[in-house]
């Protein structure tokens, strides 16, 4: 099995696409459709259904990233999606009305797979964060290439003991309308913060931010070796598709 259709869902775009996983690689344009408001399980399941009807893919299996900590085929937050998330029972549901095999994983694990196999992760051994940037902070930790699923660092309280991705998340910079000077300072000491308590060897920043790296990088003062995702903003979809192969 070497295709499998990846979807990534956002708190603001559901985006799918066929992943050739052996590659990490795209075979097919990707579909991109605005995350329905609110965002609830119902809702969320028909933009799904439409994407895989998109690609035709009907019983073939399928890789989700969701953003909320998925645990023993439930979601157990949502800190960007509809509080009738909590508790859902994710896998059971969506499989019985989507009628494809699925497999289910947080969306910042899913990036950071992705980067791990095909990226700047790529046989780096220690310990290594991805962080992504997006709707809200998502967070996935390596160790010597194997991950420790479902850590939530976005939600570290940070200045003014707000979550981190309140105040630093690419829709949180928006809506602060920062420059990318104060931005890029703000993000350094969430980082370093983050560099005191983990003390990882490898810092990779994903999400649709990835790609502005350089905007905010300068003001970065990390004795942690830091990069941007070479899967960019892909990550999540090509990740989604090649967690299926891993379990
Ligand atoms: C959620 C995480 C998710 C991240 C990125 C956070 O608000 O709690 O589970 O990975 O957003 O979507």
Redesign the pocket.
């Known amino acids: 099995m070497s295709q499998v259709l990846g979807i990534d869902v ?2 603001s775009g559901i985006k799918g696409s066929i992943v050739d996983v052996e590659k990490g690689v795209f075979i097919e344009e990707r579909i991109k459709i605005s995350t329905p408001q609110p965002a609830t399980p119902t809702a969320m399941a028909k933009v799904v259904n439409k994407i895989i009807k998109g690609f035709d893919w009907a019983g073939k299996p399928v890789g989700i990233g969701f ?3 998925i645990k023993n085929g439930h979601a157990l ?1 949502a ?2 999606i509809d509080a009738s998330w909590i508790d859902y029972p994710i896998v059971s549901k969506w499989s019985a009305s989507l009628k494809c095999p699925l497999n289910i994983i ?3 694990d899913a990036a950071g797979l992705a980067e791990m196999r095909f990226g700047k992760g790529k046989d780096v051994k220690g310990v290594v964060i991805l962080l ?1 940037l ?6 996935s930790i390596f160790v010597d290439g194997r991950l420790m699923p479902n850590t ?1 660092f ?2 570290i309280q940070y200045m003014h003991r707000k979550p981190a ?1 309140k105040l630093l998340s690419n829709a949180a910079r928006e809506n602060r309308k920062l420059g990318w000077k104060v931005y890029g300072r703000e993000l350094n000491g969430y980082l370093q913060y983050l560099e005191f308590l983990l003390n990882p060897d490898l810092i990779i920043i994903g999400g649709g931010i990835s790609k502005k790296f350089e905007n905010y990088s300068n003001q970065f003062t990390l004795k942690t070796p830091i990069t941007n995702a070479a899967t960019m903003n892909d990550a999540g979809i090509i990740g989604a598709a090649l967690a299926t192969t891993l379990i």
């Open positions: 956002g708190g953003p909320s900590v937050t800190a960007n947080n969306d910042a992504t997006g709707t809200g902070i998502g967070s939530e976005g939600h991705e």
